[in-house]
C-alpha cells in the first residue's frame, strides 16, 4: 500500500518533471514527503508569486509544463499574478495547491476560499482531486491540457486528506504525441496569392512564432521568401540576426521607425502573433492587408481583422507556403532599402557619454553572446530594450508583453540560470520591479547560481511617471527611496556595486560575469530621453531615406 500523495508524485515523474517550485504549508505535507523520496528536486522560494514565475518561465523555455506548489488560501492567492502572466504569455505550467480536509472540517471555515473558482478565469483548467484513484488521469489530462495551443496554466488542488489516503498502485498513463493540425490546402492558396500578388509584403514575426518546436521553420521560410520581416516584443529573436532583413522591433504601436516600412506595406503577413500582445501595429480602413498565420485563428478585434488565415502547425503551414511562393514574389524585398534608414535612427546616439537608455542597451549588447539570456523586468527601460537590443537566437530577450506584470524578471531569471549554466544570463530590472521579488536573491544565492542583476535606479515608477507627464498631469505619487543596494546584495551573500561613470558599466557587468556568482549591479538611469526621443522626435519622425 502507498498514500496517494505518492502516486501523484510518481505521476509528476511519469510526466519527467525535474524540479517543483515553491513554499509548502500545513496542508501538503504528506506531498512534501513524497516529494523527498522522489528524484524531484523542490526547489523552495521566498514567495509564491516568484514560484510560479519560474514555473511559468520554465514552460517558456521548453515548451513543457513548469511545476509550482503552494498551500491554501494565502498561498495559492499568491499565485495568481503568475497564473496570469502563464495564461496571457501563453507558457505551459501546473500550479498544485493544498487544501483542509473535504471529507471533514474538524477546523471549519479556517483558511479556506474557493481557489478551483478564484482560478478559473486565469487558467486553462481547474479542478480539485477527490479521489486517489482519479490520480493518474488527472495529473496526465492536466499536462496535456496546459501544454497543447494555446499552451497555459492549469490548476490541480489536492486535500490534505485526500493527500494522506492509503492506496493501491495505480498504472501511470504513458504520454504520446499529439500532432497539431495542419492548415488546409485552400487557406495556403488563399495566402499564397496574396503574397505574390502583393507590391510591397512584410512579415511579422510574434509570440506564438517563439515556441521552440517552431523556430527553425520560421527561419527557413523567411530566407526562402527573401521578405523583410519585423516582430513583436515576444517575436525578438526567433530569426537569426544574419539574414540582413531585419527591420526593427515594434516597441510601440504606432508612428515609431519601424512604422515607415508598415504604412508603406501593402500586405502584412503576421506568424504567430496574439493580440494579447500591446498592438505592434493598428489596422485601419486605408491600411494594408493582412494574412494571419498560426497555431490558432485570429482573434478579431478593433484594431486587428486579418482579411486571410493560414490555422495550424506552424511548422509544416510555413513549408507548405514556402513551396507555393518561393521564387515566385517578384516584390518581395520592395521595403528593404527602408532598412538601414530605420535601423540607423533607432540605433541614434547609442554611445553618448550618458546614461542614457540607449547607451545602456548598447553596453549590455556588447557583454552578452549572441546565447545569451535576458530576463527582463516591467519598466521604461522595457521600451528601449525591445526596440534597440538586436538578438540572434529564439528566447534569448524574456519580456513580459502579455500580462506586463513587475517584479517577473529576477525569477525569470534564476530559471534561465539553472536550465543553462553554461550561458550567461542577467536579470534587467527597475528599482520599483527589483523591490517587489527582490527576497529571491536569497534562492539565486542559496542555489549559486552565475547570475548578474542590473539594477537601473530612477527612485520612481518612471514609466507611469513618464505617461503623467505627456499626459499632462502633475508629477506625484510615483516617487520613492531605496536601500542601499551594495549593502542589500552583500546582506543576502550575493556581490554588489554601484556604476559612478558611464565607462565603468561594460567593464564592470564583465567583471561581473567572470566572477561569477550572484552579481547585483546598480546604475542610474538620464530617462530624459523618452520625451526627447519617443515623444517630441517621433511626433516629427525624421525622415528616412530609400537606399540609393
Same mark, same amino acid.
Given at each position: 500500500?502507498?498514500?496517494?500523495? =505518492?502516486?501523484?508524485?510518481?505521476?509528476?515523474?511519469?510526466?519527467?518533471?525535474?524540479?517543483?517550485?515553491?513554499?509548502?504549508?500545513?496542508?501538503?505535507?504528506?506531498?512534501?514527503?513524497?516529494?523527498r523520496?522522489?528524484?524531484?528536486?523542490?526547489?523552495?522560494?521566498?514567495?509564491?508569486?516568484?514560484?510560479?514565475?519560474?514555473?511559468?518561465?520554465?514552460?517558456?523555455?521548453?515548451?513543457?509544463? %513548469?511545476?509550482?506548489? !503552494?498551500?491554501?488560501?494565502p498561498?495559492?492567492l499568491?499565485?495568481?499574478?503568475?497564473?496570469g502572466?502563464?495564461?496571457?504569455?501563453?507558457?505551459p #505550467?501546473?500550479?498544485?495547491?493544498?487544501?483542509?480536509?473535504?471529507?471533514?472540517?474538524?477546523?471549519?471555515?479556517?483558511?479556506?476560499?474557493?481557489?478551483?473558482?478564484?482560478?478559473?478565469?486565469?487558467?486553462?483548467?481547474?479542478?480539485?482531486?477527490?479521489?486517489?484513484?482519479?490520480?493518474?488521469?488527472?495529473?496526465?489530462?492536466a499536462?496535456?491540457?496546459?501544454?497543447?495551443?494555446?499552451?497555459?496554466p492549469?490548476?490541480?488542488?489536492?486535500?490534505?486528506?485526500?493527500?494522506?489516503?492509503?492506496?493501491?498502485? !495505480?498504472?501511470?498513463?504513458?504520454?504520446h504525441?499529439?500532432?497539431?493540425?495542419?492548415?488546409?490546402t485552400?487557406?495556403?492558396?488563399?495566402?499564397?496569392?496574396?503574397?505574390?500578388?502583393?507590391?510591397?509584403?512584410?512579415? #511579422?514575426?510574434?509570440?506564438? &512564432?517563439?515556441?521552440p518546436?517552431?523556430?527553425?521553420?520560421?527561419?527557413?521560410?523567411?530566407?526562402?521568401?527573401?521578405?523583410?520581416?519585423?516582430?513583436t516584443?515576444?517575436?525578438?529573436?526567433?530569426?537569426?540576426?544574419?539574414?540582413?532583413?531585419?527591420m526593427?522591433?515594434?516597441?510601440?504601436?504606432?508612428?515609431d521607425?519601424?512604422?515607415?516600412?508598415?504604412e508603406?506595406?501593402?500586405?502584412?503577413?503576421?506568424?504567430?502573433?496574439?493580440?494579447?500582445?500591446?498592438?505592434?501595429?493598428?489596422?485601419?480602413?486605408?491600411?494594408?492587408?493582412?494574412?494571419?498565420i498560426? @497555431?490558432?485563428?485570429?482573434?478579431?478585434?478593433?484594431?486587428?481583422?486579418?482579411?486571410?488565415?493560414?490555422?495550424?502547425?506552424?511548422?509544416?503551414?510555413?513549408?507548405q507556403?514556402?513551396?507555393?511562393?518561393?521564387?515566385?514574389?517578384?516584390n518581395?524585398?520592395?521595403?528593404?532599402?527602408l532598412?538601414?534608414?530605420?535601423?540607423?535612427?533607432?540605433?541614434?546616439r547609442?554611445?553618448? =557619454?550618458?546614461?542614457?537608455?540607449?547607451?545602456? *542597451?548598447?553596453?549590455?549588447?556588447?557583454?552578452?553572446?549572441?546565447?545569451?539570456?535576458?530576463?527582463?523586468?516591467n519598466?521604461? @527601460?522595457?521600451?528601449?530594450?525591445?526596440?534597440?537590443?538586436?538578438?540572434?537566437?529564439?528566447?534569448?530577450?524574456?519580456?513580459?508583453?502579455?500580462?506586463?506584470?513587475?517584479?517577473?524578471?529576477?525569477?525569470?531569471?534564476?530559471?534561465?540560470?539553472?536550465?543553462?549554466?553554461?550561458?550567461?544570463?542577467?536579470?534587467?530590472?527597475?528599482? %520599483? %520591479?527589483?523591490?517587489?521579488?527582490?527576497?529571491?536573491?536569497?534562492?539565486?544565492?542559496?542555489?549559486?547560481?552565475?547570475?548578474?542583476?542590473?539594477?537601473?535606479?530612477?527612485? &520612481?515608477?518612471?514609466?507611469?511617471?513618464?505617461?503623467?507627464?505627456?499626459?499632462a498631469?502633475?508629477?506625484?505619487?510615483?516617487?520613492?527611496?531605496?536601500?542601499?543596494? *551594495? !549593502? @542589500?546584495?552583500?546582506?543576502?551573500?550575493?556581490?554588489?556595486?554601484?556604476?559612478?561613470?558611464?565607462?565603468?558599466?561594460?567593464?564592470?557587468?564583465?567583471?561581473?560575469? !567572470? =566572477?561569477?556568482?550572484?552579481?547585483?549591479?546598480?546604475?542610474?538611469? =538620464?530617462?530624459?530621453?523618452?520625451?526627447?526621443?519617443?515623444?517630441?522626435?517621433?511626433?516629427?519622425?525624421?525622415?528616412?531615406?530609400?537606399?540609393?
Open positions: 500500500m502507498l498514500k496517494a500523495s =505518492d502516486l501523484f508524485v510518481a505521476a509528476l515523474e511519469n510526466e519527467g518533471v525535474e524540479r517543483i517550485f515553491g513554499i509548502p504549508g500545513e496542508e501538503n505535507l504528506d506531498l512534501v514527503e513524497s516529494i523520496r522522489s528524484s524531484i528536486q523542490l526547489v523552495l522560494t521566498r514567495h509564491e508569486q516568484a514560484a510560479a514565475f519560474m514555473a511559468a518561465t520554465y514552460g517558456r523555455l521548453t515548451g513543457k509544463p %513548469g511545476v509550482c506548489i !503552494t498551500t491554501l488560501g498561498g495559492a499568491n499565485l495568481a499574478t503568475g497564473a502572466y502563464a495564461l496571457l504569455g501563453a507558457m #505550467m501546473i500550479m498544485i495547491t493544498g487544501q483542509k480536509a473535504i471529507r471533514s472540517s474538524r477546523q471549519a471555515r479556517f483558511q479556506i476560499v474557493d481557489v478551483i473558482a478564484t482560478m478559473k478565469p486565469l487558467t486553462k483548467l481547474s479542478r480539485q482531486i477527490v479521489s486517489p484513484t482519479m490520480i493518474p488521469a488527472m495529473v496526465r489530462e499536462f496535456r491540457v496546459a501544454a497543447e495551443e494555446r499552451p497555459g492549469v490548476l490541480l488542488e489536492l486535500p490534505e486528506d485526500i493527500a494522506a489516503e492509503s492506496c493501491e498502485e !495505480t498504472a501511470q498513463i504513458p504520454a504525441p499529439i500532432e497539431l493540425p495542419v492548415a488546409s485552400e487557406s495556403i492558396e488563399r495566402a499564397a496569392q496574396l503574397i505574390m500578388q502583393a507590391q510591397a509584403p512584410l512579415l #511579422m514575426l510574434g509570440a506564438a &512564432a517563439s515556441r518546436r517552431s523556430s527553425s521553420d520560421l527561419a527557413t521560410f523567411v530566407l526562402r521568401t527573401g521578405i523583410p520581416y519585423f516582430t516584443q515576444m517575436g525578438k529573436g526567433t530569426v537569426p540576426g544574419g539574414s540582413e532583413l531585419y526593427g522591433t515594434a516597441a510601440l504601436s504606432e508612428r521607425y519601424v512604422h515607415e516600412a508598415i508603406r506595406a501593402d500586405l502584412i503577413v503576421t506568424i504567430g502573433h496574439d493580440t494579447v500582445e500591446k498592438p505592434p501595429f493598428l489596422m485601419g480602413a486605408k491600411g494594408p492587408k493582412v494574412v494571419h498560426g @497555431y490558432e485563428p485570429a482573434h478579431v478585434e478593433q484594431i486587428y481583422f486579418p482579411q486571410a488565415e493560414v490555422v495550424g502547425d506552424l511548422g509544416p503551414s510555413l513549408r507556403l514556402a513551396d507555393r511562393v518561393e521564387g515566385n514574389i517578384p518581395a524585398q520592395a521595403l528593404l532599402p532598412r538601414e534608414g530605420i535601423l540607423s535612427r533607432i540605433a541614434a547609442a554611445t553618448e =557619454d550618458r546614461f542614457t537608455p540607449q547607451r545602456l *542597451v548598447h553596453d549590455v549588447r556588447e557583454v552578452m553572446p549572441a546565447d545569451g539570456i535576458l530576463a527582463l523586468d519598466g521604461m @527601460y522595457k521600451i528601449w530594450f525591445a526596440r534597440n537590443y538586436r538578438t540572434q537566437v529564439a528566447n534569448t530577450l524574456l519580456l513580459d508583453n502579455a500580462l506586463a506584470t513587475m517584479g517577473a524578471g529576477l525569477p525569470s531569471a534564476i530559471m534561465a540560470a539553472m536550465l543553462y549554466p553554461e550561458r550567461r544570463v542577467m536579470a534587467v530590472c527597475g528599482d %520599483g %520591479g527589483f523591490m517587489m521579488n527582490s527576497q529571491e536573491l536569497e534562492t539565486a544565492v542559496r542555489l549559486k547560481l552565475d547570475l548578474v542583476v542590473l539594477i537601473i535606479e530612477d527612485r &520612481a515608477f518612471g514609466m507611469i511617471r513618464w505617461k503623467q507627464a505627456v499626459d498631469f502633475p508629477d506625484y505619487g510615483m516617487t520613492f527611496d531605496n536601500p542601499d543596494f *551594495v !549593502t @542589500y546584495a552583500k546582506a543576502y551573500g550575493a556581490t554588489g556595486t554601484r556604476v559612478e561613470t558611464i565607462d565603468e558599466l561594460r567593464p564592470t557587468l564583465e567583471k561581473a560575469f !567572470t =566572477d561569477g556568482g550572484v552579481q547585483l549591479v546598480v546604475v542610474p538611469i =538620464d530617462y530624459s530621453e523618452n520625451k526627447r526621443v519617443l515623444v517630441d522626435e517621433l511626433q516629427q519622425r525624421l525622415p528616412i531615406q530609400k537606399e540609393a
